[in-house]
């Protein structure tokens, strides 16, 4: 069996006709996992657990359920019963819950072996993966599944760094603005950001309620649509006929890209099309207007509200106050002391406004507003999805200076308009960059709801685009 190009759907099929055994599987994913400790991807490695899990599945689990005996790596803001739950930061090591989270619960159910919880920006609050709270290898940060010197991306690290280091073929990722794209786009794997509500949220540390939500990662989009299927209960969904499907490119997402992104993107617009796929070129006037007038008024303002009901329901006894204290990243603490404590937001100049009323606006009118622009985009242009790069560059060198607000905003630029309007995307890798070798994904984001066909396209461009090669 060629670990490097199993996926979660040949995984579990060999496991149901018995050419593998679950204790393998997982066996070799451990060992994948001790073997990449520079990768910095693991936080918590439940050796015993999963071993005991996939032993007694060899000897007595149900073969027919959909991830039964595969293992399956989770972010470490997501509880698991029995393992330490950080969010990557150091008030919460000590934090160990009883209780599986429903997204984490349903994956147990089908089958699945959780072989340990996945290392990721402090907090979930940036796109670097660069955590001084938790190594595993010599120097801090999530590394990069092809270039150990660069980003993993975030906030969904190490999960991403897993997939795309072929430690496990899936696993769960947050996303509030980008953070199981990102990763996914830099370490070559798929993705799903959800319709927001469309999995329950207990049991996962929070930024904001109105824009988190859990996410699958995993190698391919079929697996991606494997793993939403369990999580969202619901059945099989079939690959699109892309003769029958019609996306739409706004030109002011193509900016500040790189010139191997640039080249895919083009490169994959080429594909697509070949395969019968209708592309239009589209206008969002006020996207950026608007998406700024909703982004971090509405992450800043809930994530002290969040935070504080999220920390009562642990139990632990820790106060918001002493979380922000023991924060170990300059970056998000920065963040917690300057804005999200008093409660302020960035004004003209150097000054500090009071975030209520701006809060206020964004959730009354120009999240409406931007749900709107989307709304009629969509209906107006008779569109499937909306296509642009994930990110608009390959993964970058990781440093502290790697999570730097420019950064942060750069790796965002596209991932962060739907986050914000509350509707689906799906991150597919479409190749490695012509110059830098490392990979670059391709984004299609949907009409709120619209999950299911969004991963029948993905489906189908899984054969278009294929498997990234492993990395070296």
């Not at 603005?177 to 207990?202: E, F, H, M």
């Not at 390959?394 to 790796?411: K, M, T, W, Y």
């Not at 689906?424 to 299911?452: M, R």
Request: proline share 7%.
């Amino acid at each position: 069996m060629d670990l490097d190009q199993l996926t979660l759907t040949q995984a579990a099929a060999d496991l149901r006709a018995g050419k593998v055994t679950s204790t393998a599987l997982t066996t070799e994913a451990l060992t994948r996992a001790k073997a990449g400790a520079d990768l910095n991807a693991f936080v918590t490695l439940d050796e015993a657990g999963a071993l005991k899990a996939a032993t007694a599945f060899d000897a007595t689990g149900d073969k027919d359920k959909p991830l039964g005996g595969v293992p399956v790596a989770i972010k470490d803001n997501i509880e698991v019963a029995g393992l330490p739950c950080s969010a990557g930061t150091p008030a919460l090591q000590g934090y160990v819950p009883k209780a599986d989270a429903p997204v984490v619960a349903k994956l147990r159910a089908a089958g699945a072996i959780i072989i340990g919880k996945t290392s990721m920006h402090e907090l979930a609050f940036g796109i670097s993966g660069y955590n001084t709270a938790f190594k595993t290898g010599a120097e801090f940060g999530v590394r990069n599944a092809y270039d150990r010197s660069l980003i993993a991306g975030g906030s969904s690290s190490g999960t991403g760094a897993a997939i795309g280091a072929r430690i496990v073929a899936g696993g769960l990722g947050t996303d509030t603005g980008g953070s199981v794209r990102v990763p996914g786009a830099l370490n070559g794997c798929a993705s799903l950001r959800p319709t927001v509500g469309r999995y329950p949220q207990t049991g996962i540390a929070p930024i904001s309620h109105t824009r988190d939500t859990a996410g699958p990662m995993a190698t391919t989009m079929a697996d991606v649509e494997l793993l939403d299927r369990v999580i969202a209960g619901r059945d099989a969904i079939q690959p699109a006929d892309l003769k029958q499907v019609r996306i739409g490119v706004v030109r002011s997402m193509l900016t500040n890209l790189d010139t191997d992104t640039e080249a895919a993107f083009q490169a994959a617009v080429v594909q697509i099309k070949a395969q019968g796929i209708t592309v239009v070129e589209i206008e969002m006037p006020q996207l950026a207007e608007l998406n700024g007038q909703v982004s971090f008024p509405v992450a800043l303002y809930e994530a002290y509200d969040d935070m504080v009901a999220y920390l009562s329901h642990t139990g632990t006894g820790i106060s918001i106050e002493a979380l922000v204290k023991d924060i170990a990243s300059p970056d998000v603490k920065g963040t917690y002391e300057g804005l999200v404590i008093p409660r302020k937001l960035p004004g003209p100049g150097d000054t500090l406004l009071d975030a209520r009323p701006i809060y206020d606006a964004a959730i009354k009118t120009a999240r409406p507003a931007l749900q709107a622009l989307y709304g009629r985009t969509f209906a107006d242009n008779r569109l499937d999805a909306i296509a642009f790069p994930t990110t608009p560059r390959v993964a970058i060198p990781s440093n502290p200076d790697s999570s730097s607000l420019e950064n942060f905003g750069l790796f965002i630029q596209n991932t962060d308009p739907g986050s914000n309007a509350g509707i689906p995307g799906i991150q597919i890798p479409i190749a490695l960059g012509a110059t830098s070798k490392l990979p670059v994904g391709l984004e299609l984001d949907g009409p709120a709801g619209s999950d299911e066909r969004l991963l029948a396209i993905g489906m189908a461009l899984d054969g278009v685009f294929g498997r990234l090669p492993a990395p070296r």
